[in-house]
Nanobody, 120 residues
Framework: VQLQASGGGLAQPGGSLRLSCAALGSIFSINTMSWYRQAPGKQRELAAM???????NYLDSVKGRFTASRDNAKNTVHLQMNSLKPEDTAVYYCNARVVVRETYTGGDYWGQGTLVTVSS
């Protein structure tokens, strides 16, 4: 199982960016799909999490600005980031809790990380 993330880059304050992540491989099911972020010198934090039923939880500081969405048929998760602030600058990682098809064992899988820089 692999998670492939895309998107990110440079945005001005107030701008928008969209992140996408696809879970690939022998997947039986996916529980949660999430976006974490890690700013320089800080611990990784959960930005948004979507359950398999579509329940979404957001980090307080991104509520009202970020929108997470998920396509269960395609095993993808997206993060639309609007009204970006310099403090949103971080490496963003997608995460999925996957049950592997052959073994029916579950585990946490991570994407490679994509850099989001918000600066004028």
């Amino acid at each position: 199982v692999q998670l492939q993330a895309s998107g990110g880059g440079l945005a001005q304050p107030g701008g928008s960016l969209r992140l996408s992540c696809a879970a690939l491989g022998s997947i039986f099911s996916i529980n949660t799909m999430s976006w974490y972020r890690q700013a320089p010198g800080k611990q990784r934090e959960l930005a948004a999490m979507i359950s398999s039923r579509g329940t979404i939880n957001y980090l307080d500081s991104v509520k009202g600005r970020f929108t997470a969405s998920r396509d269960n048929a395609k095993n993808t998760v997206h993060l639309q980031m609007n009204s970006l602030k310099p403090e949103d600058t971080a490496v963003y990682y997608c995460n999925a809790r996957v049950v592997v098809r052959e073994t029916y064992t579950g585990g946490d899988y991570w994407g490679q990380g994509t850099l989001v820089t918000v600066s004028s």
